[in-house]
DNA sequence: ATATTATTGATAATAAAAATCAATATCATT
DNA sequence: AATGATATTGATTTTTATTATCAATAATAT
């Protein structure tokens, strides 16, 4: 069974030769347990993961290169209250914004069409051209109430 | 000409008198500060003004007292990126969200009704009790298109 | 007035993220 | 394969925003 090189990698690979920038088993290890852990980790459970498959791996590493992720365009941060910075998939998952429970803390992934064009259409009638954009709808969550 | 005590004052005296607090000089210069400067101010900024009217007082003062009017409900910290947290009034000013440019870093409030019904609607459709939420736009305004 | 204690202002502590830097690893060139 | 240029790493320090500490002071009840 050959390994095939997941898509992510590529695009990863291509963004670091553009720049100039050279791969490092460090990063190959960052970038795949980033793709395969949890959808909103931080930088800090990033590390301990990476940790035990390599005990070498410095922090300041993990930190620099889910920056660069965030860079290519394959992470996105998420800043949550008091919260240190979580780091969102980019990849293999479509835009989506959040409900986040301020009981548990649950991070819910929503998506509504005719919000995502009523926002559009919002900030047009402000002779503004969107971008991106972040809903962040907080409450209790199922499991809390 | 009697000078009428604003309800945005009494609401505050009457949050620290509930709590067993006291009313001092600094808070209420803070307080008055606050509500006459710009809809998203920063302590620092808020720290300049005060200053001028009382060179006595400190930053941790000014710090301490936003605290206090986020507490109350008459203040709201709004983080955007990686910026100082700023603090908009709450008081005299319905909900609106805001329209960020990533050129200039100016705020534009808007609000949609619309929008505001189908994000509840979305949120209880997944079973979440919706509390508040924060919706940004960022974007290019008009000044800098 | 006096006693109690909340508040202040100066400063230190905290915490997350970025910057620094010498040692090392990568990679194009030979 | 060895070389040289330089990007990256890991350890550490620095930065920056915010909170905590604490002795002196001011506010309030008695
Ligand atoms: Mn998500
Ligand atoms: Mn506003
Ligand atoms: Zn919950
Ligand atoms: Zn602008």
Redo the contacts with the bound molecule.
Sequence with gaps: MKKEKSEFKEIFIKY??D?????????EL?VDSFFSAGRHI???ELFNIVKKK?P????????????LLCESGLAE?I?IG????RYEQKYGSKHHDHLICVKCGRLIEVNDEKIEKLQDKLARANNFIPIKHKLEIYGICGNCK
């Design positions: 670091i030769e720049k100039g920038m050279r791969h490092t088993k460090q990063r960052i931080t930088s800090e390599n070498e791996i410095g922090y300041a590493t993990v930190q620099r290169n889910l920056n941060e800043k008091k919260q240190k910075t």
